[in-house]
């Protein structure tokens, strides 16, 4: 049985600090602009990039996750 992926798996698999707090603080730290998508940030390494590109690829259930990501990191350019 897999597990459903979650925004806390997501940063495990980023390499990122999965807690609550760190979460938040990343999104409201890191936001971009309308025209940025996701893999363009300049504050990701190359293995996290694509990571993120293979999985938005993907077109699963971790493409729903870094969907949902990809739609807070552009909340303050809505």
Do not use: C
């Amino acid at each position: 049985m897999s597990v459903r992926p979650r925004m806390t798996h997501l940063f495990e698999q980023l390499g990122l600090d999965s807690s609550e707090q760190a979460i938040a603080l990343f999104i409201a730290t890191h936001q971009l602009n309308a025209h940025t998508k996701i893999t363009q940030a300049d504050y990701w390494n190359e293995g996290q990039r694509q990571f993120l590109a293979e999985k938005i690829a993907s077109d699963g259930e971790w493409a729903i996750i870094v969907d949902q990501l990809n739609e807070s990191l552009h909340e303050d350019s809505v």
